[in-house]
């Protein structure tokens, strides 16, 4: 199965995560040092040359003193600005039940 990319979204995270650390007058080796990363991983990142992981989503939200949850959320909302509409269809069912996000089985 091919890796999904969608580059709104990878845009999108990368945009937020320059903001919000400019917002906080970090350098991108500040950063860097309080996620335990690179210098240079945080450029790509920004420049969405590079995905994070989750755990990287993590390092990076507490070095900036945001929660994973909300660094995720102001990404894929300025995406969805971008792309005029939501990524994620409400009630998606997946061939997986344990990610069925539909009502209908709860």
């Known amino acids: 199965m091919a890796r999904a990319r969608n580059e709104a979204v990878i845009d999108a995270f990368a ?3 320059k903001k919000i650390r400019r917002q906080q ?5 500040e ?12 450029g790509l990142l920004e420049t969405g ?3 994070p992981t989750l755990s990287v989503i993590c390092a ?3 070095a900036l003193d945001e929660t994973p949850s909300q660094l995720v959320k102001n990404a894929v909302e300025l995406a969805e600005m ?3 509409g939501p990524l994620v269809t409400p009630g998606y069912v997946t061939e997986d039940k344990r990610f069925n996000t539909s009502k209908s089985d709860e």
């Open 15 to 17: 945009t937020t995560l």
């Open 31 to 42: 950063l860097a040092d309080k996620a335990s990363l690179d210098r240079t991983f945080i």
């Open 60 to 62: 990076l939200a507490y």
């Open 82 to 84: 971008a792309d005029s």
């Open 49 to 51: 040359r590079r995905q």
């Open 25 to 29: 007058r970090m350098t991108q080796e």
